[in-house]
T-cell receptor, first 110, second 115 residues
Framework: GQSLEQPSEVTAVEGAIVQINCTYQ??????LSWYQQHDGGAPTFLSY????GLEETGRFSSFLSRSDSYGYLLLQELQMKDSASYFC???????????FGGGTRVLVKP | NAGVTQTPKFQVLKTGQSMTLQCAQD?????MYWYRQDPGMGLRLIYY???????DKGEVPNGYNVSRLNKREFSLRLESAAPSQTSVYFC??????????????FGPGTRLTVL
């Protein structure tokens, strides 16, 4: 089966940088995705890494190291609206089947 | 484009009652999924349909059945609801790729309480 580990909660102030780590165990790994979910809302896609390295999308970046079974999501220039839960998810089979981690709750303080 | 829609938004059931959660997508996606999310937890896959006419079990299928009615619609049925099925249910859809691109689009969710 698959398993993913990520920290349960992170607190930071506006303007700061937060890194959310994700380690995974899976067979037949395809890629690592990140999703954001605000309280009461639906998950929304943030990024996807299939190859080693850094992918940058505006203030958010995602990194993958396949050899270490490790990735992270980097949130820069934190804003109050970034307060949400962030989930890493691995895809390990054709058909885009995802296995999600337990989520990291990010609280941004003024 | 409405994206992924789910009905109902909220539902309260008594133990033993049955109900069907409806999901539809207008993005012409091949793959559709049902997840449940318990408070403070991640999403767990109940069932998925990689393409029209196929369905497969996910991580937590017990107590549920699904129907892929056509390319647009994927329903989830609880035959005899139990309090352990109290949860938020999300439907999602995606384009199927051999590389597992992992980009799924989620509906707004159905908040189900079983008393």
């Amino acid at each position: 089966g698959q398993s993913l580990e990520q920290p349960s909660e992170v607190t930071a102030v506006e303007g700061a940088i937060v890194q959310i780590n994700c380690t995974y165990q899976t067979s037949g790994f395809y890629g690592l995705s990140w999703y954001q979910q605000h309280d009461g809302g639906a998950p929304t896609f943030l990024s996807y890494n299939a190859l080693d390295g850094l992918e940058e999308t505006g203030r958010f970046s995602s990194f993958l190291s396949r050899s270490d079974s490790y990735g992270y999501l980097l949130l820069q220039e934190l804003q109050m609206k970034d307060s949400a839960s962030y989930f890493c998810a691995v895809s390990s089979a054709a058909g885009n089947k995802l296995t999600f981690g337990g989520g990291t709750r990010v609280l941004v303080k003024p | 484009n409405a994206g992924v829609t789910q009905t109902p938004k909220f539902q309260v059931l008594k133990t033993g009652q049955s109900m069907t959660l409806q999901c539809a997508q207008d993005m012409n996606h091949n793959s559709m999924y049902w997840y449940r999310q318990d408070p403070g937890m991640g999403l767990r896959l109940i069932y998925y349909s990689a393409s029209e006419g196929t369905t497969d079990k996910g991580e937590v299928p017990n107590g549920y059945n699904v129907s892929r009615l056509n390319k647009r619609e994927f329903s989830l049925r609880l035959e005899s609801a139990a309090p352990s099925q109290t949860s938020v249910y999300f439907c999602a859809s995606s384009v199927t790729t051999s590389g597992g691109a992992g980009t799924q689009y989620f509906g707004p969710g159905t908040r189900l309480t079983v008393l």
